[in-house]
T-cell receptor
Framework: DTEVTQTPKHLVMGMTNKKSLKCEQH?????MYWYKQKAKKPPELMFV???????INESVPSRFSPECPNSSLLNLHLHALQPEDSALYLC?????????????FGPGTRLLVL | GQQVMQIPQYQHVQEGEDFTTYCNSS?????IQWYKQRPGGHPVFLIQ?????EVKKQKRLTFQFGEAKKNSSLHITATQTTDVGTYFC???????????FGAGTQVVVTP
């Protein structure tokens, strides 16, 4: 199984809502990532988890809160988002962090903030 | 910090033609990965290059890593409509393997 799954596929939320994005992988990978991708732009790294611990936070606003409940799951909690946060949110995993880390991406969640 | 420039940003190709996309860095790279993202899809890993001067082939795709490890290229021969998408180069920027995606080359193929 080389699949990373993400739910929901689409999400519309108001600026006062709280929602969560979920990501799951069963490849035994120990590194998991959140990326944000705006239309016609490359993915931008938000967070890296390594062995269930937050390793990298790319100065992401606190309205985005990641969580790694176990080695297979990664969540992104959303609160008080802005319309400019509308984007495709991609989860990825790799066997480990480090230079040889091929990343497997999930299909993404398309988020629209109204 | 490390800057990665990918050119061209847009490539319109006639089916059957060849084309090349380039990725250039201002600093020496440890390795570089290439990803393809179909319209409406997600990035899919294509290849990783590690060694100076390395050349790898996948059917009609040829990937090359420069001798100085500051540039890389992807050459596609006999383009097909299935090659439509955006191709990203992504060098690893540090020992964590953090990827710095290039701007991407969006490829459109006309029959």
């Amino acid at each position: 199984d080389t699949e990373v799954t993400q739910t929901p596929k689409h999400l519309v939320m108001g600026m006062t809502n709280k929602k969560s994005l979920k990501c799951e992988q069963h490849m035994g990978h120990r590194a998991m990532y959140w990326y944000k991708q705006k239309a016609k732009k490359p993915p931008e790294l938000m967070f890296v988890y390594s062995y269930e611990k937050l390793s990298i936070n790319e100065s992401v606003p606190s309205r985005f809160s990641p969580e790694c409940p176990n080695s297979s799951l990664l969540n992104l909690h959303l609160h008080a988002l802005q319309p400019e946060d509308s984007a495709l949110y991609l989860c990825a995993s790799s066997q480990d962090t480090g230079l040889a880390g091929t990343q497997y991406f999930g299909p993404g969640t398309r988020l629209l903030v109204l | 910090g490390q800057q990665v420039m990918q050119i061209p940003q847009y490539q319109h190709v006639q089916e059957g033609e060849d084309f090349t996309t380039y990725c250039n860095s201002s600093t020496t790279l440890s390795n570089i990965q290439w990803y393809k993202q179909r319209p409406g899809g997600h990035p899919v890993f294509l290849i990783q290059l590690v060694k100076s001067g390395e050349v790898k082939k996948q059917k009609r795709l040829t990937f090359q890593f420069g001798e100085a490890k500051k540039n890389s290229s992807l050459h596609i021969t006999a383009t097909q409509t299935t090659d439509v998408g955006t191709y990203f180069c992504a060098p690893a920027t540090d020992s964590w393997g953090k990827l710095q995606f290039g701007a991407g080359t969006q490829v459109v193929v006309t029959p």
